[in-house]
């Protein structure tokens, strides 16, 4: 396998509106990251982008550009009129037991009665949802509730009950607790229970992942796992013939332990998730 760096060659990023056209399409990018690879028939990297400065700090021609990271099973061209190639074998020592930090740019998902489901916007659903059931106010929606109509009728109608139950929600949150102690509204009440509410899917998600993959989640002394999220968004992709579609990806970063060295092998060359082919399920390690 290879760990490549890639970036768009100077001149061609600084001379010409190429570059911003493509760096913004991740169908576009996709497509021209797989001709570093002309010779093979089916897709055999993964990769992820960030920006150059943030990656490199400060050097003499870096500015905001973009930077991808790729693994691959075979090395990538440097013939490439776009990209400067960085390549080197990657065949990283793995041991049961070891602890990594990671990083991940995922879609998560989930399949509910044969369907897909992003994991941020149905919790989030789920959850607005089941306080108007609880507060019987379902009459107060519309046909189609939007994310608003649900927030619009707990605040005018909500009342105590609505601050009792999100009150008990973040007190038995260890991660926003401390939420309680500031003189927050209930409007802020909301937007911090969907917040954790949304984590705590996030965390069972990658959970998941990690029980497919050969990793469990480090714990802190309270029992917490180590794991942050971040960067939620909408990724629209327009193809062929016309079609819009998108995918979703967040950000994940945390401690891991490997319990299956393979399945964790198999993860790091191929990745976890869906939307692999626009920039998700890269998994990065290094050793603690």
């Not at 802190?220 to 995918?247: M, P, T, V």
Request: glycine share 6%; aromatic share 10%.
């Amino acid at each position: 396998m290879y760990f490549s760096r890639i970036r768009i060659k100077p001149e061609i990023f600084k001379s010409t509106q190429l570059a911003q056209v493509l760096s913004d399409n991740s169908y576009n990018m996709h497509r021209l990251l797989w001709d570093l690879f002309s010779d093979e028939k089916q897709r055999n990297f993964l990769y992820r982008k960030e920006i150059a400065s943030e990656q490199l700090g400060i050097q003499a021609g870096v500015r905001g550009e973009p930077i991808y990271y790729l693994v691959s099973s075979t090395s990538p061209s440097s013939e490439n009129p776009f990209f400067q190639v960085e390549a080197r074998e990657y065949q990283p020592k793995l041991e049961k037991g070891e602890m990594l930090r990671f990083e991940i740019r995922a879609n998560p998902v989930i399949t509910r009665n044969g369907k897909k489901h992003d994991v941020v916007m149905d919790a989030q659903r789920t959850f607005l949802t089941s306080l108007c059931e609880e507060l019987n106010l379902q009459f107060r929606l519309p046909s189609a509730p939007k994310k608003h109509d649900f927030k619009k009728a707990l605040l005018t109608h909500g009342g105590h009950a609505l601050d009792e139950r999100l009150t008990t929600l973040l007190k038995n949150d260890f991660s926003y607790s401390e939420r309680l102690r500031q003189s927050i509204q209930l409007h802020s009440k909301i937007e911090w229970s969907i917040k954790a509410v949304v984590d705590d899917a996030l965390e069972k998600w990658m959970i998941r992942q990690g029980q497919r993959n050969g990793f469990l989640l480090d714990k802190d002394d309270n029992n917490q796992c180590k794991l942050q999220n971040s960067a939620y968004r909408w990724h629209s992709i327009k193809a062929e013939k016309e079609k819009k579609s998108g995918f979703s990806s967040v950000d994940f970063l945390g401690n891991l332990e490997i319990i299956d060295v393979e399945k964790f092998t198999k993860a790091l060359f191929g990745g976890i998730g869906r939307a692999k082919a626009f920039g998700c399920g890269l998994l990065l390690i290094r050793r603690i």
